[in-house]
Every structure is written in structure tokens, then in C-alpha cells.
């Protein structure tokens, strides 16, 4: 399966914002946003062309596949299913990507940034409701149960990522139990809880041309 293997905040710099990738490192001064906020490149620093209309669509699509690490195919059937079902689309679409299990890990404090969960979750660290889960994809439901694995709980980077989330601000939508590395979905995470810089109403334009 193809994916992006190249330096992350490259893809932070071409969307001109923070998507958090790194971790703690976005919240650093050793942020490259922060010393050069620009897109990569040669022509970087002169290419400031203003963009509308289809372009602009384009990047918050863009956007919103880097923050996931996910790829075209996979996110246009995310769009398609969120399109399908009852309710706003682009709320339905956010839902989607918030429930997948590599992205619930990071919620839940296991790792420092997606990527990292989604190593965690592919190396079979994390379980559901007793089950190991190694699918970064899998979609989590209302009243699963999400912990860390009895073997991988003294694993440094799942320790040093737990105690960093337990200084910061939890989602709603779980609960959450440090000290134990174990996590439960108490609702269906709602638009107005997820913190994300994308407007999802131009990636449902987008779509729908």
C-alpha cells in the first residue's frame, strides 16, 4: 500500500498551517512553520498565488488526509458512506475519521501524534473490548473499550505520551483512564469537540461537483 514516507512537516509547510504531526514538536520553537512559513521548495518563497474557488477545496481536502494519514481512495469512500447516511455530511465525515482507532489512540494519549499511533496500533499494542486490534482503520463504536496491551504498557514512548496527555485537555466523547492506559467510548465524537483546521464544507463541495 502506498503512503507518504517523506518529512512531515513539509506537508505542514505546503498547507501553510500547523496539522500537528510531530507531536510536541509542533507546540516547540523547533517547529519549521515557525523559521520558514512557506511552501518547500525552490520556489517556495515567491509562489504566492492567491487561492479560490477549486483550489481552495482542494487544500482543505488535502489537509484533512494528512491530518488522517489516509489515502484518496480510502477518504472518498469515508465522503461516500458519510454521504449516504442521515445528517450533515461533513459533520458524518469528520465522525468517520475521528473513530478510527489509530486516531482514538492519539486521543486517547498512547501516542504523541497520529503517526505514532498508527505504528502503535500496526505493531498490535492496542486491544478493543480484549481484543488486539492491529487495524489503524478499524472503526470504533459507542461503548468500546480501548487499552493498551499488558505487554506494551511499559513501552517509553506509550509512557511518555500517556503522562503529556494527562496535561492536556481530554475529548468529551471518551473517557479516560490514565494510570490504567485504558480508554471508553462514552458517545459519537460531535463536530463542535473535535479541535481540527479544516473546514470540512469544501471537501463536501468538492465531492459533490
Same mark, same amino acid.
Given at each position: 500500500?502506498?503512503? !507518504?514516507?517523506?518529512?512531515?512537516?513539509?506537508?505542514? @509547510?505546503?498547507?501553510?498551517? &500547523?496539522?500537528?504531526?510531530?507531536?510536541? &514538536?509542533?507546540?516547540?520553537? @523547533?517547529?519549521?512553520?515557525?523559521?520558514?512559513? =512557506?511552501?518547500?521548495?525552490?520556489?517556495?518563497?515567491? @509562489?504566492?498565488?492567491?487561492?479560490?474557488? !477549486?483550489?481552495?477545496?482542494?487544500?482543505? &481536502?488535502?489537509?484533512?488526509?494528512?491530518?488522517?494519514?489516509?489515502?484518496?481512495?480510502?477518504?472518498?469512500?469515508? !465522503?461516500?458512506?458519510?454521504?449516504?447516511?442521515?445528517?450533515?455530511?461533513?459533520?458524518? /465525515?469528520?465522525? #468517520?475519521?475521528?473513530?478510527?482507532?489509530?486516531?482514538?489512540?492519539?486521543?486517547?494519549? =498512547?501516542?504523541?501524534?497520529?503517526? #505514532?499511533?498508527?505504528?502503535?496500533?500496526?505493531?498490535?499494542?492496542?486491544?478493543?473490548?480484549?481484543?488486539?486490534?492491529?487495524?489503524?482503520?478499524?472503526?470504533?463504536?459507542?461503548?468500546?473499550?480501548?487499552?493498551?496491551?499488558?505487554?506494551?504498557?511499559?513501552?517509553?514512548?506509550?509512557?511518555?505520551?500517556?503522562?503529556?496527555?494527562? %496535561?492536556?485537555?481530554?475529548?468529551?466523547? /471518551? #473517557?479516560?483512564?490514565?494510570?490504567?492506559?485504558?480508554? &471508553?467510548?462514552?458517545?459519537?465524537?460531535?463536530?463542535?469537540?473535535?479541535? /481540527?483546521?479544516?473546514?470540512? %464544507?469544501?471537501?463536501?463541495?468538492?465531492?459533490?461537483?
Amino acid at each position: 500500500m502506498a503512503r !507518504y514516507t517523506g518529512p512531515v512537516c513539509r506537508l505542514c @509547510r505546503r498547507e501553510g498551517t &500547523k496539522l500537528f504531526l510531530k507531536g510536541t &514538536k509542533c507546540m516547540s520553537d @523547533r517547529c519549521p512553520l515557525e523559521k520558514r512559513n =512557506f511552501a518547500p521548495g525552490q520556489h517556495g518563497q515567491s @509562489r504566492k498565488a492567491k487561492i479560490v474557488g !477549486y483550489g481552495l477545496q482542494l487544500r482543505e &481536502k488535502q489537509k484533512a488526509k494528512r491530518i488522517y494519514f489516509t489515502l484518496e481512495t480510502q477518504f472518498r469512500a469515508y !465522503y461516500e458512506k458519510a454521504n449516504r447516511a442521515t445528517g450533515v455530511t461533513g459533520d458524518l /465525515l469528520i465522525q #468517520q475519521l475521528e473513530r478510527r482507532l489509530d486516531n482514538v489512540a492519539f486521543r486517547l494519549g =498512547f501516542a504523541i501524534s497520529r503517526r #505514532q499511533a498508527r505504528q502503535v496500533v500496526r505493531h498490535g499494542h492496542v486491544e478493543v473490548n480484549g481484543r488486539k486490534v492491529n487495524i489503524p482503520s478499524y472503526q470504533v463504536s459507542v461503548g468500546d473499550t480501548i487499552a493498551i496491551r499488558e505487554n506494551a504498557k511499559k513501552l517509553g514512548i506509550v509512557e511518555a505520551a500517556s503522562a503529556y496527555a494527562a %496535561q492536556n485537555h481530554s475529548p468529551s466523547w /471518551l #473517557q479516560i483512564d490514565f494510570p490504567n492506559f485504558t480508554g &471508553k467510548v462514552i458517545s459519537l465524537p460531535k463536530r463542535d469537540e473535535v479541535s /481540527l483546521p479544516v473546514n470540512e %464544507q469544501l471537501i463536501v463541495e468538492l465531492y459533490s461537483k
